[in-house]
């Protein structure tokens, strides 16, 4: 992972932002089938989860969308 944001917010308003690269951040190829359901698993049970049904961007090289 390069970058993690984690934005308190209401029920249904906070803000994610991730970005990695590399080996050890296992993806499927892209472009992605929408919608795609992402999930931030933390070492303390926590999970952060978004639906994604209208990226964007979604070609051979980005994955871009906000949630649902």
Do not use: W, Y
């Amino acid at each position: 992972m390069k970058r993690l944001i984690l934005r308190a917010g209401e029920d249904g308003k906070a803000t994610v932002k991730l970005k990695g690269k590399g080996a050890h951040l296992p993806m499927p190829l892209l472009p992605l089938l929408a919608p795609v359901v992402a999930q931030i698993h933390g070492e303390n049970g926590t999970c952060f989860e978004a639906t994604c049904s209208a990226p964007s961007r979604n070609d051979a090289f980005l994955f871009q969308a906000k949630a649902d």
